[in-house]
């Protein structure tokens, strides 16, 4: 009888990516996939400790998760990601029923662990951070009907931002040799795979031994030329480590979409300076104007905390202040949140809640506008569409524009992995609608020309 597995998955890409692998490894050992926890004899929760809202999420599915085992015994649970690596062994002592934790760098010892404790063994921690991860573990078939993929560049951050848990919980920088990158990204494409998104927490200090100085734009331009591959993105870049090499690949790498995650977190210098983020306010809108300058079309998205420590009105209004001068493409904005043994968990002048409640709200008030007003300026223009399946609602098709912008468009043939160029008619805060564009599509192959019936 064949053994299920369900994975949980919480947080960033980096985490959808390292699920991907570990379900290839139980794959590869006879298990199948259930999206139906209650049917699994394997329960993982893949979890986030990057702020404390994640971290509450994970405690309270790992909870439900353990309440299934009142029905169904047999089953085991498992914590993996950023929480399991922080909280190791404290979280067996802490919840009886969970039976094993496995940090960031040990995911290829699920199925052993798996085995071991069917076997009758104890309960089992798995949380050495020195370990050096095993990123890919191809099974072609996995990504099979894929569009996209993320494919995990370098781990780790060596920068220490003084509010951030990851270089505790994902360890020290490490890029893989771009001969393993290439090669796995070949296999993704000979699967279908036409977009991939590079993964990193700071792939701008991406080094291969061969190329020092320049190492991600020498990957990237080594990317462009795989063929079938229609498209490259890359998350995320950090503000101080943006080189003028990689912003002439804006303009140079044709396959790299104009799109760039740069967060600024802050605009008030002095918050910068004590989030150690190691850019000023200046040096950032400097970027953003030679980013505009290589290609004006290149959308520009950013990440931003407010209510950090000492963070005073007025620095709170330098914050708009930048939003309102870049027009940012998009933002993710969050509540400050003390993270256990980061330097900003110890600093004094904590803002109260409230006011870190009142601040996002505005905030995200104030980008939602800007983002409703820059959708708006693409009624009635011509975008090239990458399409990725049905829409939500099922009745049209749904892709992005390489700019990131979810396009929803009807269209009752297949167009699945084909780029398509599409006139956009509406738009919305959240998404575009548009009309395909017909007797013109560009495939994977390059022009496809037909005449299609709506
Ligand atoms: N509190 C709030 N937001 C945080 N982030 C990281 N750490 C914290 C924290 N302690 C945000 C940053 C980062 C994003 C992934 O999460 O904006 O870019
Ligand atoms: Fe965290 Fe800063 Fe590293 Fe980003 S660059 S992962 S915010 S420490």
């Known amino acids: 009888m064949s053994r299920h597995f369900h994975i949980a998955t919480m947080g960033c890409q980096m985490n959808e990516y390292d699920s991907d692998h570990v379900a290839q490894l139980l794959q590869a ?10 049917g699994a004899d394997l329960i993982l929760i893949n979890t986030c400790a990057v702020r404390e809202k994640a971290e509450q999420k994970a405690y309270s599915l790992l909870g439900r998760m353990i309440g299934l085992k009142k029905r169904r015994s047999r089953v085991l649970i498992g914590m993996m990601g950023c929480i399991a690596q922080q909280q190791g062994s404290s979280l067996l002592e802490r919840f009886p029923g969970l039976d094993f934790v496995i940090g960031t ?21 798995a949380a050495d951070l020195t370990k050096l991860s095993i990123f890919s573990q191809s099974n072609p078939g996995y990504f099979k009907d894929r569009i996209k993929s993320f ?9 220490f931002c003084s509010y951030c ?19 796995e990204i070949n296999e993704l494409v000979e699967q279908g795979v036409k977009e991939v998104t590079l993964l990193g927490q700071n792939v701008n200090s991406y080094r291969s031994s061969e190329n020092q100085g320049k190492g991600f734009s020498s990957l990237l331009g080594k990317l462009n030329n795989i063929e079938g591959l229609l498209r490259i993105r890359f998350t995320t870049s950090h503000p101080k480590d943006l080189s003028d090499d990689l912003i002439g690949c804006f303009k140079d790498i044709e396959k790299l979409c104009p799109h760039i995650h740069l967060p600024l977190q802050s605009g008030s210098n002095h918050v910068l300076k004590s989030m150690k983020r190691g850019y000023t306010r200046e040096h950032y809108l400097n970027l953003v104007e030679k980013l505009r300058r290589v290609n004006p079309d290149v959308a520009i998205t950013s990440d931003m905390i407010v209510g950090f420590p000492g963070e005073t009105e007025s620095d709170f209004d330098l914050t708009l202040d930048m939003v309102k001068r870049i027009e940012f493409d998009n933002i993710y904005s969050f509540k400050y949140s003390d993270r256990e043994g980061t330097l900003a968990s110890g600093m004094e002048r904590k803002v109260s809640l409230q006011k870190r409640a009142e601040r996002l709200r505005i905030l995200q008030q104030f980008q939602k506008e800007i983002t409703l007003r820059k959708n708006q300026e693409l009624v009635g223009q011509e975008v090239e569409v990458l399409v990725e399946g049905k829409s939500k609602k099922g009745n049209e098709l749904t892709g992005r524009t390489g700019s990131n912008k979810v396009v929803n468009f009807c269209f009752n043939s297949e167009l699945l992995g084909n780029l398509v160029r599409v006139r956009i008619k509406n738009a919305y805060a959240n998404s575009l609608k548009g009309e395909l564009i017909h007797g013109f599509s560009i495939s994977s192959t390059g022009v496809l020309d037909g005449k299609w019936e709506n």
């Open 165 to 183: 848990i990851v270089p505790y919980v994902r360890g020290r920088e490490v890029s893989r040799p771009p001969d393993e990158i290439i090669k």
């Open 151 to 159: 494919v995990t560049i370098m781990e780790g951050c060596d920068n």
């Open 105 to 125: 760098k040990e995911l290829e010892t699920v199925p052993r662990v798996f085995e071991n404790l069917t076997k009758g063994g104890g309960r089992i921690v």
């Open 29 to 38: 050992e006879d298990f199948k996939p259930t999206e139906d926890p209650r």
